[in-house]
């Protein structure tokens, strides 16, 4: 059988989902790692697990759930990742980005991101969220992204324009959602690294340098193809640990950290979305 296209893939996917239910979301709703409980909120959900939907990636990371939700929360319909697959599971950038393709396929035209990050900034702490501003694609530049190889126009052109990738309307949104919760955000710069590995001293200061205020391993590669299809993005990030940056520290980041400050930041994060929808 000839390989399908990514069109093709996206339609079979799409045709899976509108089996499943009868929702039409115009939202897209990414939670990262420790911050799939927002979706409890959810009503008049339906459930798909990734694992019943053709071509979707499955994460096998702890702390991600694995599951499609689609329903309402406060009165908008959004279809919300409840978990996503990364680069690092040994996906490729085509397959870690394909949900968004089919988000941007289903007429969905805003993207909530989340992640984990950890703390560049000196000013930051475990526990505050950051809106994202700008990243920079470390990993991306240097031929790692999901836009190398043939362009469909029909998606986007082939040099798409990543300046002002993440919406400005939609962070005073954020900002203002978050001050209605009693809560400042952060705001700043997410570098993008491959990870697993949690960054060396040496490297922390080299992201610090590089003008990054967090540092993850996710949403960069979700966003550029989320742009290249004119989808406007909100992003946002759990600052989940302060990255260390001298090597004789007593302590060291963890997975486990990660996800326990993500518990901790869930409301927090549940906040900030709620009141975006609501605005909408
Ligand atoms: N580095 C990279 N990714 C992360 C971190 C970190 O310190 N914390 C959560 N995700």
Known sequence: MPELTLRQQCDE??????????HTPAIGLILGSGL????????????????????????????????????????????VMQGRAHFYEGYSMAQVTFPVRVMGCMGIDTLLVTNAAGGLNAGFHAGDIMRITDHIN?????????????????FGPRFPDLHRAYDPALGALAHEAAAAAGMTLREGVYVYVSGPFFETPA?????????????????????????HMKVRVLGLSAITNVSIDASDAEIAPSHEEVIEAGRVIVPKMTAVVRGVLRAL
């Open 13 to 22: 996917t799409i045709a899976a989902i509108r089996q499943r239910t009868r």
């Open 138 to 154: 470390l990993v991306g530049m240097t031929g790692l992204n999901p836009l190398l190889g043939p362009n469909d126009e029909a």
């Open 36 to 79: 799939s409980p927002l979706a409890d909120a959810i009503e008049n959900a339906d459930i798909i697990p990734y694992g019943e939907l053709p071509h979707w990636p499955v994460s096998t990371v702890a702390g991600h759930s694995g599951r499609l939700v689609v329903g309402e929360l406060e009165n908008q319909t959004v279809l």
């Open 203 to 227: 490297e922390v200061r080299m992201l610090r340098a590089l003008g990054a205020d967090a540092v993850g391993m996710s949403t960069v590669p979700e966003v550029t193809v989320a742009r």
